[in-house]
């Protein structure tokens, strides 16, 4: 790949003769061969990524539509260094929420708080947490309520019920993609 300060070809881009592709890479016109197709079968794993990545193209697209979601993947592009607002909403589809400093405490009136800072490359849709019996069933399942501190999401339940040792803390994060992540946390009386 060449770069051109050439006046001639100064903002161009695409394909000339089947041979150069011509295209616009951080303010630059670069000049590189033309892409040959494989001739060989793709893998059952390129297969697969390539499918993920219409995907992520298909998610992006929709996106746009919104004009809030627009303009926070502009940000999102501009601040992490990234080509467009189209790179920023495809590297979200790929990435899932994160959750950190997960525990749970107990204030002086007895109510159990369970607490995570959750975050993710966009924006967190949603956080359910769910209290499981030691060895049983789910006993509740409640949303998160978020509030929004250092670009941190903060989720706090408060449980009045009374617990037993072991008792499970299921926390279930949602980005806008979709993508889920899931910690569990034991409740030690």
């Keep these: 790949m060449a770069k051109t300060k050439s006046l001639l070809t100064a ?3 695409g394909t000339v ?3 150069l592709v011509f295209r616009r890479l951080n303010g ?3 000049v590189a061969a033309a892409p040959v197709p494989s001739s060989k079968q793709p893998s059952e794993s390129q297969v697969m990524q390539r499918e993920r990545f219409r995907l992520a193209s298909l998610y992006a697209k929709r996106e746009f539509n919104d004009p809030e979601l627009r303009v926070e993947n502009e940000l999102v592009a501009k601040v992490k260094k990234l080509p467009s607002a189209r790179a920023a909403a495809i590297a979200d589809f790929f990435r899932s929420p994160e959750i950190l400093n997960a525990k749970t405490s107990t204030d002086q009136s007895g109510i159990v708080i369970v607490e ?3 975050v993710d490359y966009l924006r967190v849709k949603s956080v359910t947490i769910s209290v499981n019996a030691p060895f049983g069933p789910v006993i509740l399942t409640v949303n998160g309520f978020l509030g929004i501190e250092n670009k941190n999401c903060t989720y706090l339940v408060h449980i009045s019920e009374i617990l ?3 008792t ?3 926390i279930a994060a949602t980005d806008l993609p979709g993508n889920v992540t899931t910690q569990s946390l034991s409740y030690q009386v």
């Design 28 to 30: 630059e016109t670069v």
């Design 11 to 13: 903002g161009l881009r």
């Design 116 to 118: 995570a800072i959750v």
């Design 168 to 170: 499970r803390f299921e």
């Design 164 to 166: 037993v040792a072991e």
């Design 17 to 19: 003769g089947g041979t």
